[in-house]
């Protein structure tokens, strides 16, 4: 398993879709994930540290978790099947392991309120993970096993991430600045 960090959540200008942008620990690789608008504000407030009157949904959750003397262990993304991500909210509950079925946008809610760490299985990041070129901030394939220079990702490659095909050219990550910042929209 890999750990990952939030890196942010970007909008897409062309039909407002949101992406959870996961970043791999210590790399240039990034796990993006289509999040529904509720799921991305609910984890946008909790980065930005806003304060809400009432419990959101994923607060509530938090709140029954521990008040069950249970603990957030960790969020794993534990698959990736016909473009649908899957994930695992890992309990532990009186000296016992719990895994509990969950969408991914629910599990990062859940994890940025408790601070779990968030991991992905080795082959999810393999079949979905990008990398980005530093200059153009363009996605490039770069074969691990191969020392040479990253290449722009071939149509047959960007048809495998086919979630994401309309979206991942125009990601605006700003390599430089603003890793773990604020939520910004794509330019």
Do not use: C
């Amino acid at each position: 398993m890999l750990e990952l960090t939030i890196d942010g959540i970007r909008v897409s200008l062309m039909n407002q879709q949101r992406v959870v942008i996961l970043r791999v620990k210590d790399t240039e690789k990034f796990l993006p994930i289509w999040i529904g608008p509720g799921e991305a504000d609910a984890i946008a407030l909790k980065l930005q540290n806003v304060t809400v009157p009432r419990p959101l949904t994923h607060d509530l959750l938090s709140d029954v978790i521990s008040s069950l003397d249970a603990q957030v262990d960790r969020i794993v993304v534990s698959d990736l099947s016909d473009d649908t991500f899957y994930a695992k909210i890992v309990l532990q509950i009186n000296g016992s392991t719990m895994e509990v079925d969950s969408r991914p946008s629910d599990a990062l809610a859940l994890a940025v309120r408790t601070e779990s760490p968030i991991y992905a299985e080795d082959a999810v990041v393999e079949k979905a993970a990008i990398m980005l070129d530093a200059e153009t901030g363009r996605a490039v394939h770069v074969d691990e096993d191969d020392e040479s220079e990253p290449r722009p990702v071939t149509e047959e490659e960007r048809a495998k991430l086919s979630a994401f095909e309309d979206f991942i050219g125009s990601l605006d990550l700003d390599l430089e600045h603003g890793h773990g910042d604020a939520p910004t929209q794509n330019r």
